[in-house]
């Protein structure tokens, strides 16, 4: 029977980057511990058609899905709280919703019509919506809308939540608005005007929030929410306190003392169905493993956007993920690669070494020396991608004797390419959702340090990359004491590297961060996580 699905929709006002993403993981998160189906939209009103083109210093990183979505970093929140796999079509932008809706035209389904914002392209976006809800039959569906409230990109899609409110019926919907109470250092004061703006510019588009998420620095004062309740339209009980904690893991258990599930529940005509008491011992045992962690391990994260730590925001959850496991705190410093190179002697300090993926020549030497340190020294390593590729470029150069080994991606013309151009990869001119994406099955080598993380010949990881290991040099690299435990497609890709003389030296051309979940840290991070703190 198909289920008549309920809708939360989260806008944001003031700034960006207020935490709109972690309040909508959270309210999904306490909806599932309430025995609901439930799964999270995210809404980016850019003109790009999936987040793959950008630059994670400028947007955080691209967050890839089973199903080969390059999407926004969102979706990997709601994938690690909710502890289930997300499909790209659950990240919406501007530009998906514009070609459908040009298509459609081209096709001649609008013929006699002229076509507009209103209703051609609320109409798509409010179909793109119920679709994911109905084709999933779930009981409550998140959707967060992306930037701040007065954007003009964000206006169709604030109409049609609009619109959608007035047919699914109120008692289906409910608006949650994320805003900002900031504390002045001079008085101390939480200022509500902020959030009163945002709430005006909210409702002068036709849209009246039911709750309130205030995000400030220490919990929200008495007088600061009956404020915002008088000026905003909401009732005191229904505005809540959304300040800053020790791990976004315990937003949930804060939104959850503040009553936020009844209410929900009350509005949405639901009284009376919210039992959490089995579901809550399991979630609350994985956020307590990540408090009171024992002696620190300093992990150094060599990368090339590391100005912007969401650049890299899944691997810093899986490293954290892992650390909690084994009741250890990981202590991460990010450093760049491109300015590296005079002094990585520096790097001896640290008890492991990671390399997250990456593109480009920029700090490729850097990454290059990086990989060669660690094996030399004999501290646990671990390379993902752009970490695993030049690893193996690194072990060319140092151990094989190709002095000038190097990828084709950083240097088109060199005299060994270790690494190059996927061969189907050589025709494609268009950059945009054209690299090798998404889940696909590895099979892995008994008796290797692969088989023995995964406990298992075949495997499936997520992938994001145009350039491969290249085969002509396999012989050499076996013959010198590199392993390649685990291949794809037939043995035409490798896909894990490992030396198996070494502490703890792995490589993989996947990226295992994104299948990481609190609790269930995923097994490559787990084992160098192990690795690093026996030192």
Not at 365 to 387: Q, S
Request: charged residues 20%.
């Amino acid at each position: 029977m198909q289920t008549e699905t309920k809708y939360i929709f989260v806008t944001g006002g003031v700034m960006s980057g207020l935490g709109k993403g972690v309040v909508s993981s959270s309210i999904a998160k306490l909806l599932q511990l309430s025995n609901q189906k439930v799964s999270c939209v995210k809404i980016d009103p850019y003109l790009n058609y999936d987040a793959g083109t950008m630059n994670p210093i400028a947007h955080g990183e691209v967050f890839v899905t089973d199903d080969g979505g390059e999407c926004d970093m969102d979706i990997g929140n709601y994938e690690r709280f909710l502890n289930q796999s997300i499909p790209k079509t659950h990240n919406i932008t501007t530009a998906q919703i514009y070609s459908s809706v040009i298509e459609a035209e081209r096709r001649g389904e609008y013929l006699g019509a002229c076509v507009q914002i209103i209703p051609h392209v609320t109409d798509a976006i409010k179909d793109r919506i119920r679709n994911i809800a109905k084709s999933e039959n779930l009981d409550v569906l998140v959707v967060e809308c992306g930037g701040t409230v007065g954007d003009i990109e964000s206006l169709p899609f604030l109409e049609a939540l609009r619109q959608m409110r007035l047919e699914e019926g109120t008692s289906n919907v409910v608006f949650v608005h994320v805003t900002l109470a900031p504390s002045l250092d001079v008085v101390g004061e939480q200022k509500t005007k902020p959030t009163q703006h945002s709430v005006q510019e909210l409702r002068r588009i036709g849209i009246q929030p039911d709750l309130m998420a205030v995000r400030c620095s220490r919990p929200l004062e008495t007088s600061a929410k009956r404020k915002i309740s008088l000026f905003s339209n909401v009732s005191e009980k229904d505005v809540f306190s959304c300040h800053d904690a020790q791990s976004i893991l315990m937003v949930p258990q804060m939104l959850y003392d503040q009553g936020i599930v009844d209410v929900i529940f009350k509005k949405f005509g639901k009284i009376g169905l919210v039992n959490t008491s089995t579901n809550w011992d399991k979630w609350n045992a994985i956020v307590s493993s990540f408090a009171n962690l024992k002696d620190s391990i300093k992990i150094a994260m060599v990368g090339k956007y590391v100005k912007l730590a969401d650049s890299y925001v899944s691997v810093n959850d899986a490293l954290k993920h892992a650390g909690a496991k084994i009741g250890r705190n990981v202590i991460i410093d990010w450093i760049d690669s491109e300015e590296l190179n005079g002094n990585i002697d520096s790097l001896s300090k640290y008890n492991g070494i990671i390399v997250p993926g990456g593109f480009g020549e920029r700090g490729a030497e850097g990454i290059i020396k990086t990989a060669n340190f660690a094996r030399e020294k004999n501290i646990p390593y671990l390379g993902i991608c752009f970490g695993f590729q030049l690893a193996a470029v690194a072990f060319g150069r140092y151990v094989c004797g190709l002095s000038n080994a190097n990828s084709t991606e950083i240097n088109p013309n060199t005299e060994y390419p270790v690494i190059d151009l996927l061969p189907e990869q050589k025709f494609i001119e268009n950059k945009g959702g054209s690299l090798r994406l998404g889940a696909n099955e590895i099979k892995i080598e008994n008796n290797t340090l692969g088989f023995k993380l995964y406990k298992s010949n075949t495997i499936s990881k997520r992938h994001r990359h145009r350039y491969e290991f290249n085969q002509k040099y396999l012989e050499l690299f076996n013959s010198n004491g590199l392993t390649f435990s685990g291949y794809s497609d037939n043995k035409k890709r490798m896909e894990i590297l490992e030396i198996p003389s070494h502490r703890f030296y792995l490589g993989v051309q996947f990226h295992p961060e994104f299948s990481s979940r609190p609790g269930y840290p995923e097994e490559s991070f787990e084992a160098f996580i192990q690795a690093s703190s026996s030192i």
